[in-house]
């Protein structure tokens, strides 16, 4: 839930080595993640080594917070790297550690972030009756957050996708969801900036505001504060106008920018070129990215719908069936697989 509106990091630096002889305050320095970091997670190896040394250390100083908040942090990078049912002992570990260390340090703004956040990536792993509760505490720990710190940034851009994204019934409210996209903008030295914008430009989209949802995400390019990445702001503001919008041509000069700011190894830059280049009509160059993405991601959708197309455009029919039937496949929900389906029986004349 939380963590839909801030789309996935796309830069950082490495992380670093496990240092030898690691001790307690260096394992918690290297775990240990502000909310909106877009730093890349600790390797597993790294990960393994902090817990050898906090989880003794914890156990010596069981009143000590910092320690349970070390480790909930290393469960959580725990679960991201991890699938199935280990994922999911992880987030609970994750979340019962910050619910430890949020007892242990109340007044700690930061500590309740992470609690609201845990709380929220548990709620896929529970039943119904969980996810209420859930849902419930992970507010509550939101608005501590901001009682204990009016500009803390992470709070506020949790409580308005809490706000966003709950139906009304459990508290969702877009008016509230407004409030705090203003109040980040409002917060003193601009830490609150870009969330701002980011927030504001996402409930846009929800309304189908396309202008308005336009100017927030291209004010969040150049925008300042907590997590700001103009790369996040063009990939968001691109996919609103291709997947919510259905307008690749308003997307054009989105995607342009973004690929000449990305890396050269950026998926999405990948994928934003191959749309450029099918639109222009350039299908066997666009058809290059499109098979460069899906060979790092068998189930990019959007990548498998171009491939396809241009294949057929291209002549290859025999390819362009194989994308269309994996398509269909994977995406049977999507309102493309009707055409895909078409395009099957075409294709078999």
Not at 53 to 79: C, D, F, I, K, N
Not at 291 to 315: I, M, P
Request: proline fraction near 5%.
């Amino acid at each position: 839930m939380i963590g839909t509106l801030l789309v996935l990091a796309l830069l950082g630096a490495p992380a670093p080595a496990v240092p030898a002889g690691l001790s307690p305050d260096a394992a918690y320095a290297l775990v240990v993640r502000a909310a909106l970091s877009r730093d890349p997670l600790p390797k597993p190896e790294q990960l393994a080594a902090a817990r050898k040394v906090l989880e003794p250390q914890a156990a010596r100083e069981p009143r000590a917070g910092r320690w349970a908040y070390a480790l909930a942090h290393v469960a959580r990078a725990e679960a991201e790297q991890a699938k199935g049912d280990l994922a999911e002992k992880k987030r609970k570990e994750a979340l019962e550690r910050f619910a430890q260390a949020a007892e242990l340090q109340p007044k700690d703004p930061d500590t309740q972030v992470w609690l609201g956040m845990a709380s929220f990536e548990r709620i896929d792993d529970v039943g119904m009756l969980s996810k209420m509760s859930l849902a419930s505490d992970g507010r509550k720990a939101f608005e501590k957050a901001i009682a204990l710190d009016a500009g803390n940034v992470g709070g506020r851009v949790g409580l308005a996708q809490f706000y966003l994204q709950a139906p009304s019934i459990a508290g969702g409210s877009v008016d509230k969801a407004k409030q705090m996209g203003n109040e980040l903008l409002a917060i003193p030295g601009r830490r609150g900036e870009f969330q701002g914008h980011m927030v504001l430009a996402a409930i846009a989209a929800e309304g189908s505001s396309w202008a308005e949802m336009s100017r927030h995400y291209t004010a969040a390019e150049t925008a300042q504060g907590e997590g700001a990445a103009p790369l996040t702001a063009m990939q968001a503001h691109a996919s609103a106008l291709l997947g919510k919008k259905k307008d690749p041509k308003a997307a054009l000069p989105v995607m342009a920018r973004y690929v000449q700011a990305a890396p050269a190894d950026d998926v999405s830059a990948w994928y934003f070129d191959g749309e450029i280049k099918r639109d222009g009509g350039k299908y066997a160059e666009a058809l290059v990215r499109y098979e460069q993405v899906l060979g790092k991601v068998e189930g990019a959708r959007g990548s498998r719908w171009g491939a396809a197309v241009c294949q057929e455009k291209l002549g290859n029919k025999a390819a362009a069936r194989t994308h269309y039937q994996e398509f269909a496949r994977r995406f049977p929900d999507d309102p493309r697989t009707k055409e895909a389906q078409a395009a099957l029986k075409r294709l078999t004349l």
